[in-house]
């Protein structure tokens, strides 16, 4: 039963969440900055990218995909020290759900409740209605 509510949960709200952390990156990088000209964040990206002092740059180099290999030593690497810590914290690993659900209900699914549709409830009555259909 859990794995159900687990997969509806994904299947409604992942697109969603997706689809606000989209407008919010496009939001962010291209308001303006009243400190910097009022340029927008990926104006001054685009810019720092294109100025010919920057060309040296790791950052820049990385980008454009220029890498000198040969001054390893200047990044810290050292083949002989042991492999850093892993303290967990780093990474959020979300295991994939399987749930055996049928052909038809699978198609029923797909064509009742599009996860990103319009919904006055954040999506709770998608959540339901597609919870219904899955567990009916």
């Known amino acids: 039963m859990i794995r159900y509510i687990l997969f509806v949960l994904h299947y409604?709200?992942?697109p969603r969440i997706n689809r606000a952390l989209e407008s919010l990156t496009s939001s962010w990088?291209?308001?303006p900055m009243r400190t910097e000209r009022n340029w927008s964040p990926i104006q001054m990206w685009t810019n720092g990218m294109l100025?010919?002092?920057n060309h040296e740059l790791v950052g820049?180099?990385?980008v454009v995909g220029v890498s000198d290999f040969?001054?390893?030593?200047w990044f810290g690497y050292d083949p002989q020290a042991p492999p850093p810590s892993d303290d967990g914290l780093s990474t959020v690993e979300v295991e994939d759900i399987t749930v055996d659900?049928?052909?038809n209900v699978m198609q029923q699914l797909t064509n009742e409740v599009d996860p990103c549709e319009f919904s006055d409830s954040f999506g709770i009555d998608l959540y339901v209605k597609a919870?219904?259909?899955v567990l009916n």
Do not use: C, G, K, P
Request: hydrophobic residues 40%.
């Open 12 to 14: 409604v709200f992942r």
């Open 29 to 31: 990088n291209n308001h």
């Open 51 to 53: 100025d010919m002092r």
């Open 60 to 62: 820049v180099a990385d």
């Open 70 to 73: 040969n001054n390893l030593e």
């Open 101 to 103: 659900l049928s052909y």
């Open 131 to 133: 919870l219904s259909i």
